[in-house]
């Protein structure tokens, strides 16, 4: 029977199975080859948050959703066209996400008696009709994937293992995409036991070969390359683009730079990444807590180096007294915090735009820092850069707010020049004749930095209250009520040196989308369908949350509706209504671990738009 080949626009795929499958490599595969090939994506992985659910539950499902076309892609996508389900499990956890009529490929090794009991069906469903809406593709993987590799003198455990490889190879053949990355990788990944990668690479060909002679996979498909602008790109991660902003930022600035961190999901691949360059004189500290990670890093401000510390929501909360600290002495710092799914250990491994209150609010005393957030995984080297710039040219704690969900998600980067970034110039005292601790900068009113042993410069900082300009210690009243205010204006002088709110669409449209943070993405493309079908909306969409962009006003008052979208019950909008009561927020909010769908977003617009 003769192949096939259609062209189509886009497409999502699932790939998922027990923890154990490689489902999380065998999608990044995937999408490094699509990066290469130079169509757009946008991906989304989906951990089990426990370390090791029983094997074939529904807790122990591990998937990667991958959007990807000729065009711009700016989420991962709703529904899957193709589900890759390795065992019952992964079809129970995702069979609700895959569009009607779409492609489901099962590993019927995996979907014998005792599998899809263990998942919770009351029966078999490859037999009971509940797939008959569907174009199954029923596949013994496992079986075929040890057949392939029965040659290869490796153990018993790694021919199973191999069988993400065949189901990759698979998918490799239904969207006509090369396999030499993936063997270059595999030759990679095991350079020490060339024959686990001769195994991989025969099971990776196994699999695109079956996809070629099967008769239920009639025809394969192309998706072009996506017209981007001209430029050197690779696929990366939002966690991996915020260790190189930092990186960035080192090389810009001049200082060194120190990063102590206690290790917690999903920010600890920032920690993984940065020890990487040692011969960039970047020093990483795994400290035994929280706390010791944020004060290492004090130290590291306070002996001059660019100095972070990364976390995510409760480890957040155990630094901040030390972030307090960090304020008062006025160091630059930058917290970075990847935020998940809380309260408490809550959900690790899902994302949730949990933190905002506590990251503008949440300290002891007045103790305004300064906050911002990425909006993608490639902006986040941009916000990291200048998370690092505003900390050093304002001398102040700067949280960088990211989320699991683009931190752990990956889309194509076009690599910049870095000489073309914003300068960072460090307000190192120099000369400066009667040289104090807390003299400041009359514009930004920022003080000047001094690193210990510099002669003339001695001096003395801490965590109790400072003498107006001397920095000696001052238990006075009004000296107290001075300082304060002058910590609390430098913060809100920062609205000077960050660009304006843009909205993307009309100036005083029906409705105003609002949205910060990691939710970009998603309401870009809702943005996009109302645009479609004419609708009169805007997006105003912020990375810059405290101080807020000076027009923010000038822009909402344009409006009909405002309404404001977060991963949450509402704590921008709460900042909002402190900042700016004047306008009326509609709010919607979602707190299920999970981003938002194109779907949802454009009912609740348009029944918004219907209310007028």
């Known amino acids: 029977m003769s192949k096939v080949k259609e062209e189509i626009d886009n497409v999502v795929i699932k790939f998922a199975g027990d923890s154990g499958d490689g489902m999380q490599l065998t999608g990044s595969q995937f999408s490094n080859t699509t990066a290469f090939i130079g169509n757009d ?82 029966s078999n ?10 174009n199954l593709i029923e596949a013994p993987i496992t079986k075929l994937t040890k057949d392939s590799v029965a040659d290869f003198d490796i153990e018993n455990k790694s021919r199973t293992r191999s069988k993400n490889m065949f189901a990759l190879g698979i998918v490799y053949w239904l969207f006509n995409r090369p396999l030499d990355i993936t063997e270059n990788f595999l030759d990679a990944k095991f350079k020490k036991n060339q024959e686990v990668a001769n195994a991989n690479k025969a099971a990776l060909k196994a699999g695109y070969n079956y996809a070629l002679t099967v008769e239920l996979l009639p025809a394969s498909y192309t998706v072009k390359p996506a017209t981007l602008p001209q430029g050197k790109y690779r696929s990366i991660t939002g966690n991996t683009a915020t260790a190189w902003g930092f990186l960035a930022a080192s090389e810009n600035s001049g200082l060194n730079l120190f990063l102590g961190s206690y290790p917690i999901t999903p920010a600890s691949d920032i920690l993984h990444e940065l020890s990487k360059y040692k011969s960039f004189d970047v020093v990483t500290l795994q400290a035994e807590d929280e706390i010791a990670g944020i004060c290492s890093s004090i130290g590291a401000s306070f002996a001059g180096s660019l100095a972070l510390t990364t976390t995510s929501g409760p480890g957040l909360a155990l630094k901040g007294e030390a972030i307090g600290l960090a304020m008062m002495t006025e160091l630059p710092i930058v917290i ?76 194509p980067w076009k690599i910049p020049d870095t000489n073309k970034l914003p300068k960072i110039v ?22 000047f930095w001094v690193t210990p042993g510099t002669k003339g410069y001695e001096h ?43 909205i993307i669409g009309d100036s005083n449209a029906d409705l105003l989308i609002v949205g910060w943070g990691g939710t970009y993405g ?91």
């Open 460 to 502: 003395r900082i801490g965590g109790l209250e400072k003498e107006d300009g001397s920095g000696n210690v001052s238990y006075d009243p009004s000296n107290h009520e001075v300082m304060v205010k002058l910590r609390a204006e430098k913060v809100k002088r920062v609205a000077n040196y960050i660009p304006e709110i843009e």
């Open 426 to 447: 460090p307000p190192i005292a120099k000369e400066e004749k009667d040289w104090k601790p807390y003299l400041r900068d009359t514009d930004k009113l920022s003080r």
């Open 522 to 612: 998603s309401l870009l493309t809702a943005y996009n369908e109302l645009k479609k079908e004419g609708k009169s909306v805007a997006l105003a969409h912020f990375n810059y949350i405290n101080p807020l962009p000076k027009n923010t006003a000038d822009v909402f008052k344009n409006h009909k509706n405002i309404v404001v979208c977060e991963l949450n019950l509402g704590q921008f909008v709460k900042v909002l209504n402190s900042e700016l009561p004047q306008f009326n927020y509609k709010q919607y909010n979602k707190v299920q671990g999970l981003p938002f769908s194109k779907q949802e977003l454009t009912d609740e617009f348009n029944s918004i738009l219907a209310q007028n």
């Open 125 to 134: 469903p490859l037999e009971d009709g509940s797939l008959d809406g569907y």
């Open 336 to 411: 970075v915090d990847v935020q998940r799914g809380g309260p408490s250990t809550g959900l690790p491994t899902k994302t949730e735009q949990s933190d905002l209150l506590q990251a503008v609010y949440g300290r002891n005393g007045e103790s305004p820092v300064i906050v911002i957030a990425a909006s993608t995984p490639s902006n986040c080297f941009e916000y990291a850069y200048m998370a690092s710039k505003l900390a050093v040219e304002h001398m102040t704690p700067v949280i960088l707010l990211t989320d699991g969900f683009i931190a752990n998600g990956a889309e």
């Open 41 to 122: 994506l946008a991906t989304f992985p989906d951990f089990p948050a426990e370390i090791r659910a029983p094997q074939g539950t529904v807790a122990g499902v591990s998937g990667f959703k991958i959007q990807f076309g000729n065009s711009n892609i700016y989420s991962p996508g709703d529904k899957a066209d193709v589900l890759i389900a390795m065992n019952a499990a992964a079809l129970k956890a995702n069979l609700d996400w895959v569009k009607d009529h779409g492609t489901i490929i099962i590993d019927t090794d995996s979907f014998k008696a005792k599998d899809f009991e263990k998942a919770h069906f009351t």
